[in-house]
């Protein structure tokens, strides 16, 4: 009787976990599903004047402005460009390039020479010189959604997650982590995860959020 119990128990906490990690990834399929379908709604004028006003609020962040190397990215799926943001002191701009999708690895290397890939993103060609994430002053993270705690939302391959995994106990010498996105990808909170590399900051179409200020 007493294993009986026992056994009750431990399946029942087994099945507990399990559903809670159902609803979990769930959550998180149906909220990028959602973002991604505003995204799409909108217009190329939506999308054009999004840029433009990124770029203008992008003028708020200092550190940007004064970064000479500047970790980018190349937008896909409805992501807010980055394009039109001023770096006016970057003089090594770097994208990033997955090495590995089976083990979802991916470096930053020089934009100087660039090719686009099977999916239509544009990326470094495979001779680039590589970047170390502490080299790199700035980096602009795309974004599905995001919190003002710095958590993000990624397309959920956790691509960004392992390239920044050596920031994650380095508290000096280390790139600003700008997240890029529009302003209604915002959400009240997101579940952070272990392995989740917090943002220090949003730039989004109508403000650029500083997390753990007073100010944002």
């Not at 550190?63 to 190397?69: I, K, N, Q, S, Y």
């Not at 979802?104 to 994430?133: C, D, K, Q």
């Not at 000096?172 to 700008?178: E, F, K, W, Y």
């Amino acid at each position: 009787m007493d294993w009986s119990i026992s056994e009750a128990s431990r399946m029942l906490h087994q099945k507990r976990h399990q559903t809670l990690k159902l609803i979990d990834i769930t959550s998180g399929t149906m909220l990028r599903r959602e973002m991604r379908q505003q995204r799409s709604a909108l217009s190329s004028r939506q999308s054009k004047q999004a840029m433009l006003d990124v770029a203008n609020i992008a003028r708020q962040c200092k550190p940007l402005l004064f970064a000479t190397r500047i970790a980018s990215y190349s937008p896909f799926n409805g992501e807010l460009s980055p394009a039109l943001i001023e770096t006016p002191n970057c003089h090594q701009h770097f994208l990033p390039r997955v090495d590995n999708y089976t083990r979802h690895l991916m470096r930053f290397y020089s934009a100087n020479h660039r090719r686009t890939n099977r999916w239509g993103i544009v990326e470094p060609i495979p001779t680039a010189p590589a970047a170390s994430i502490n080299q790199l002053d700035v980096i602009l993270v795309p974004l599905v959604a995001f919190d003002r705690k710095g958590n993000r939302l990624g397309m959920g391959a956790g691509f960004y997650d392992r390239a920044l995994q050596s920031l994650r106990h380095r508290a000096n010498r280390r790139p600003l982590l700008v997240g890029v996105g529009h302003h209604f990808q915002e959400v009240n909170s997101l579940i952070s995860k272990p392995w989740d590399i917090k943002l220090d900051a949003i730039l989004t179409d109508r403000e650029y959020i500083v997390v753990g200020s007073s100010l944002s």
